[in-house]
């Protein structure tokens, strides 16, 4: 019974956890949430700032130290997870779970293995679990509505995406057989590469066209580039405002049928006139009573 | 008459191959055509990487093994092509079917030719083989949509193009003048191509202004360019939000016409006029009482 | 009377060269702005392919026989304008007027005058004259619908440049102040020009910042010109939209004015009930004569 | 009584000295606010001339006279608003107030102190205080009208300003992995450079992907920029529409109101009742005879 007693409080507790862990309303919740937040983007920043050479140098103890820091903390967070969790296992072989333990296991290893240099890089995969952290978040709502606009345009979208790739693809290899390797494009491939880049107006300028040829179409590629942006633009923007005008149709279809019941329905029975207003009590063609 | 019925039996085999090779209803047409699109473009991708240098040289047998492959396939569509169409020297002469035999040629002659590496470049033209099959799918639809929605506006962006030359023209004359030839600017028409480069705010960097006024030319020609990219999107825009209103317009005017009949909805019994006001209580055409 | 009818003759040949010249309905007037056309942008060709070093060394002859022969055709043309004109002195010091005079006088001073190199340099101006030329033609309608849209939208053009200019100048100072000439910011101008190079997605990358603040900075400033080029196109969509829509309305307009005079006018003597047919004898109200 | 006449007469010319500093609406006001304007915009562009080299060393003496001058005036001006306002010390230590010390202490302390070269850059906040003038200016309601927009797609932009971060650091990650130091990619926020300065369109080309991993990641971000700046031109274009929609639909209403006047026009001379259809003969209320 002491057993007993001792389970059922586990159990409270596992659920209190649980609650804190994946819950967003209550304010334990969010407070997690939005803590995790930071030191996961935190630990992001410190291994950017660990491939900066510089950095790397003079502050090498203290970027470990705060490495330590956060692997302890998500340590906890992670026996925490499985802890609370109903079926543990599901959760350390579910996709979060192998990015939760990848998080944390370089730091570990490092310690009995020398040159992990190449392990530590996963750690960047912290990245990952900010999506299921932003997943619980409130501006989703908006995000998802711009989703609905993409993807109500998204055969016009495709055609449009198919069309560059045409250009792309053809140009490309036109340009390699017109430029050569000599002037750098040294395969299609790389040429398509240059097309791309001309196209989407990027423009590195690590290729640049020197036949006269080669410039010429160079120059009908831009502005096609520069024509072309306008097809998705208009597409979206079209889709968008639909989105806003379906919802204005609603507010307005709402307040019609209003309208209709204000000033439909009663039939006068002497002259049979129609469209009374719905306060009438008499018939306004013929002025007998009407039957409300 | 053997012979008849082994010609109307290869009758009957050329209309089955030809409903294969040129339907596309039929489960067979359609995966003939899948099955050559992935072929083609496997060949394609294949000469791509035979462009690059060091491809080339660790896997040259592999490459020519595949590129037989596809040969010998391409081989086998051609002959059949030739034998299914009825009128075949027809098919031969026409557009796709010189693109075709230009497809395997090459690979032919390179048996008897020692260096054919010029007509080996030929075959990139199988590219253009994709667009006979695509020509057949579904989404072509959706891509005609934008190009009627294109063509209306034809006028709008004729004359953007036309602003578009008109100042590329004028400024890179300009700066052909300003810069010259000691800052990289070597003549009028590698002037206009640093001016599209810029306009179309593609910006290579290999030409850059040196002197202060061409600078600040430049700086004039780099924000009309990021300006004016307004115009052919707005144009495309409104063309687009046009065709989807015109297809909700139709659904209302259907609705009008409804509309048009619950109002004129009374015939006189007199003169059998139609189309009276439905609050009107005698005939507006000859006086009569109406049946209400 | 002989030097009457000579005087008579002349000025009606006046006046038919001027309906040639000056005119667009006529064929040949039509005729004439076409082969002027043709000839300016062949000549302007010709000026911008004697700036490419290479053709002029090997074409110098050729370029020089054609130069001549734009000279003669464009000094014809030019005789004739004064020749045509009422008030000859008022073309000549005409904006017009001039560019012509400096389209053919190079050619003719490089005779008496050594080095004119700097002379033959005002041929390019020839290029202006293709505007003369192109005013008359139909499609102007088309681009002014868009100057209309531009200039309808301009207090909101304004305001969007007057902002990327402060933003210019800002960012610009910032940027010399946290790279500084080591870095390739040798000025503040050069700053400025930089940030506009950036700011408008140009990017000629012949400036690029290298300490971590200024590539901070220049990433907010590339997104905030990712971003804030919607403003102008947005400005403009919904102008040309305002436009095609007044379009719209115009036409809704004279359907309702025609619907008005269909149904409305005559009121009943008898009831004085308004808003019958136009083809009613009988009012429909009270079933009394109309007086129509 | 002497004292207070003059101290009377010196709270008048405070007064028309702050109307003239601080108001818009008299011409004198005016004038002071262009004076001021163009004063702080010359001495803005003679401190940017100052940084160019060639200018500063053969300019040096005008420059200086320049500034000089400069110093003076707004030196004259600090005093004025010193003296006009009515609570000085307020007007000292406000924003503005600093800035306007900042902008004339440089100069003086340059006479004291030998090497005032980082002091002299304060200068340039001068620029700020064009802010100060061009607040009153008209167009700033026009501007309102563009912040409006922006702020009620404020949600959406923040979503796309999120998803635009996102792609920049999980792609920025992937390319410091793929391509590494060797090819430039020294750092992670050197990576996350790289892919927003292509992401953007605005390709420096400074660093360029060299494997063949890199540069197809590359393509598709640069057709992702090119594609998804249709987010933020959609959103905006929509919301200026809305807003012109919303005045014009203002509009409408006010037509709609007297739409409703006319059509309710009858006042029951018995129940005094108000808004009958216009083709009623007896009232709806009461069933009294109107007098139509």
Partial sequence: MENDRFKSRLDLLRQKIYIVIYGVNT???????VGLLFFILLSVLVIMLETIEGIDVIFHRELIVLEWIFTIIFSIEYALRIFCSKKPLKYIFSFYGIIDLLSILPMFLSVFLAGSNVLSSFRILRLLRVFRVLKLMDFIQESSKLKVAL??????????????MIISVTVGTLMYYIEGPGNGFTSIPKSIFYTIVTLTTVGYGDMVPVTPVGQ???????????????????????????????????????????????????????????????????CCNCGSKLNV
Same sequence: chains 1, 2, 3, 4.
């Avoid at 096609?224 to 998705?232: D, L, N, Q, R, S």
């Fill in 216 to 282: 010429f179409l160079s120059m009908v590629l831009m502005i096609t580039g520069y024509g072309i942006i306008a097809v998705p633009t208009g597409i979206v923007s079209v889709e968008i405002a639909k989105q806003v005008a379906g919802k204005a149709e609603k507010t307005d279809k709402t307040l019609t049928e209003k309208h209709k019941k204000r000033l439909n329905g009663i039939v006068c029975s002497h002259c049979n006139y129609e469209g009374h207003n719905d306060d009438a009590h008499y």
């Fill in 151 to 164: 993807l109500a345009s998204r055969a016009k979208i495709i055609v449009f995406l198919y069309t560059v």
């Fill in 27 to 33: 304010p334990a919740g969010k407070a997690f949430d």
